[in-house]
T-cell receptor
Framework: GAVVSQHPSRVICKSGTSVKIECRSLDFQATTMFWYRQFPKQSLMLMATSNEGSKATYEQGVEKDKFLINHASLTLSTLTVTSAHPEDSSFYIC?????????FGPGTRLTVT | AQSVSQHNHHVILSEAASLELGCNYSYGGTVNLFWYVQYPGQHLQLLLKYFSGDPLVKGIKGFEAEFIKSKFSFNLRKPSVQWSDTAEYFCAVNDKVVTGGGNKLTFGTGTQLKVEL
């Protein structure tokens, strides 16, 4: 089946620093990847849609300059949280789209101290 | 914008009990419907999906869901739950009219199911 990986699985960083999270589709090509944020005991909130070779489309209320998304190839998308603050601490999940289905990565737990 | 409602936030059942989790969506057009499960410490996995055809959809691990268009519902069912079904369950919808990029999913708030021995 379709496998999506994320790296790192956990990261702790200090306020003001930047963190990059990678999302890879391992056995298929994904024209579109999605980035979600999940707060404790809440649902997944779509942050942005990432299309290979073009600019990401951000959802309302998501700061594009803070959450930089790059989709350089059909198997890799990256999310960079710039100038991280404690309120950015969350669980970030990516998914890769194949036809009408999305396959989810295992998530990255970001803690900003 | 469409929305997805899951009215049961926490459900506790004994093993062998029957399960039904509600899911209602607001979008009036043609939709694709999904149920995902997230076991403790694991990533989201697809349980089942509905695109078209028979409104009663069977998924993995004995789960099924019924699409009732007139009620905008896609409830998840399992006749006899097991302790290993303890997990969080998410209903999701994507509209078939794709705008921008890809098949955006709108998720419900999730239902935490605990199955007791």
């Amino acid at each position: 089946g379709a496998v999506v990986s994320q790296h790192p699985s956990r990261v702790i960083c200090k306020s003001g620093t930047s963190v990059k999270i990678e999302c890879r589709s391992l056995d298929f090509q994904a024209t579109t990847m999605f980035w979600y944020r999940q707060f404790p005991k809440q649902s997944l909130m779509l942050m942005a849609t990432s299309n290979e070779g073009s600019k990401a489309t951000y959802e309302q209320g998501v700061e594009k300059d803070k959450f930089l998304i790059n989709h350089a190839s059909l198997t890799l998308s990256t999310l960079t949280v710039t100038s991280a603050h404690p309120e950015d601490s969350s669980f970030y999940i990516c998914s890769a789209s194949a036809i009408h289905e999305q396959y989810f990565g295992p998530g990255t737990r970001l803690t900003v101290t | 914008a469409q929305s997805v409602s899951q009215h049961n936030h926490h459900v506790i059942l004994s093993e062998a009990a029957s399960l039904e989790l509600g899911c209602n969506y607001s979008y009036g057009g043609t939709v694709n419907l999904f149920w995902y499960v997230q076991y403790p410490g694991q990533h989201l996995q697809l349980l089942l999906k509905y695109f078209s055809g028979d409104p009663l959809v069977k998924g993995i691990k004995g789960f099924e869901a019924e699409f009732i268009k007139s009620k905008f519902s896609f409830n998840l069912r399992k006749p006899s739950v097991q302790w290993s079904d303890t997990a969080e369950y998410f209903c999701a919808v994507n509209d078939k009219v794709v705008t921008g990029g890809g098949n955006k999913l709108t998720f419900g708030t999730g239902t935490q199911l605990k199955v007791e021995l």
